[in-house]
């Protein structure tokens, strides 16, 4: 397990999980990688050290990052084409497959769940799950804070219709929180951490014993067919 705040593992070790599907011939060598991150996890990890761009060097490969604030809008360019890598949090692939998206689950790992966590002001009155009914609750809808939301309330007793649902990105949702249009935050690292360090923040409830911390990587399955053995050196 990648405890929280630790340094992540490479890429490689990371995906020795990986599921490929048979390696095809190649339709078109390719010249360029374009991998969609966040800023957390193991991609984050990697572009930091330029550890890709070194592997796929002697291919004679270029690494391209395109950074996302969440793992549904990263993973509508994958399908789409537009990115031929990333990796997401649990849910994010199932509503990318439910609309049609073009991917492939090619490497999982696992990580701390004290990441992900709703949050509320220090001076609310919401002291317990519970309080949350009838609340409004930011989090980005398919994402995996959607998830943690929904089983950190089923926990409680409570339903996602118990309370108001706010779909926000996390930058926007950390604006909301500050500004107090919302009462509860549910978001992962770094934002969590960024937002725990305010001393005006504190946690309700983490992921702890309610919902395990798995990010999958996702491939294009055009990009895989045609280029099957430069997502396997990865």
Do not use: C
């Not at 992540?8 to 991150?37: D, H, K, M, Q, S």
């Not at 550890?51 to 789409?80: C, H, Q, Y």
């Not at 009155?125 to 398919?142: H, S």
């Amino acid at each position: 397990m990648i405890s929280r705040r630790q340094t992540l593992g490479l890429l490689g070790a990371a995906a020795a999980t990986a599921v490929l599907p048979a390696i095809r011939p190649a339709r078109a060598a390719a010249t360029e990688f374009r991998i969609g991150w966040q800023k957390n996890g193991v991609l984050a990890l990697a572009k930091r050290r330029g550890a890709l761009e070194k592997r796929l060097a002697d291919k004679g490969i270029t690494v391209s990052w395109s950074e996302f604030t969440s793992g549904p809008p990263l993973l509508e360019a994958l399908g789409a084409g537009a990115l031929d890598f990333g990796a997401t949090g649990d849910v994010p692939p199932l509503f990318a497959q439910a609309a049609g998206g073009q991917l492939y689950y090619v490497g999982t790992y696992r990580g701390s769940a004290a990441g992900s966590a709703i949050v509320v002001r220090k001076d609310s009155d919401i002291k317990t799950v519970e309080d949350l009914k009838g609340k409004k609750v930011a989090f980005k809808r398919g994402s995996s804070a959607h998830n943690v939301t929904v089983k950190i309330l089923r926990k409680a007793g409570l339903k996602i219709d118990d309370v108001e649902p706010i779909d926000l990105s996390p930058p926007d949702a950390a604006a909301a929180f500050k500004n107090g249009s919302i009462d509860a935050w549910s978001i992962w690292d770094p934002y969590l951490a960024i937002v725990e360090a305010d001393p005006q923040t504190r946690i309700l409830s983490t992921a702890e014993g309610i919902v395990p911390s798995y990010s999958y990587f996702l491939a294009n399955a055009g990009f895989t067919d045609a280029n099957g053995q430069v997502v396997s050196d990865v």
